[in-house]
């Protein structure tokens, strides 16, 4: 009924190093990306983790987004670090529009995620920066004026009523 110093001692460590590596998972809403880029620093636990940073674009732009290790040294001792930092973005199907840790692609209105995962490495975890923006792609001047020479063409047709 009675445990033993050394099991109880056994116990708390086994109990305490199975919190340290546990996997994390942390969900973001960061809403409607704009001009103004999303900016974050996270951090993390030692383990792996898996966050989810959910966003949508409300036109057509070219979506940026990069993460980064923010590795913190006290001498030859890591306090902060990750490795495998990693970043994918994907679409509201699961598909993986891209992956790396500096992106830059054209993307349509719609939702999208993007989903960073690593180990955090250092005695207190890591931490790292992530950065998302979509910037507005215009319409070139030529649509406009092409638009126009086509409205032109319709009234003179229908004019002549050919």
Do not use: H
Request: aromatic content about 8%; charged content about 5%.
């Amino acid at each position: 009924m009675y445990m033993k110093a050394g099991n109880k001692l056994l116990a708390g460590v086994t109990l305490c190093f199975g919190m340290a590596c546990t996997a994390e998972a942390a969900t973001y809403n960061v809403g409607l990306l704009d001009v103004t880029p999303y900016v974050s620093a996270i951090s993390v636990g030692v383990g792996s983790f898996t966050d989810r940073f959910d966003f949508a674009v409300g036109t057509p732009s070219i979506e940026s987004a990069s993460v980064t290790n923010i590795p913190l040294m006290l001498y030859s001792t890591n306090i902060l670090n990750i490795s495998g930092l990693s970043l994918g973005v994907f679409d509201s199907g699961n598909n993986l529009l891209s992956s790396g840790n500096q992106l830059s692609w054209p993307v349509q209105p719609g939702s999208y995620y993007a989903q960073v995962t690593g180990t955090g490495t250092g005695i207190s975890g890591g931490a790292y920066t992530i950065a998302l923006a979509a910037t507005p792609v215009p319409l070139p001047p030529a649509l406009w004026l092409l638009a126009s020479g086509l409205t032109g063409l319709a009234a003179l047709i229908r004019r002549r009523g050919i």
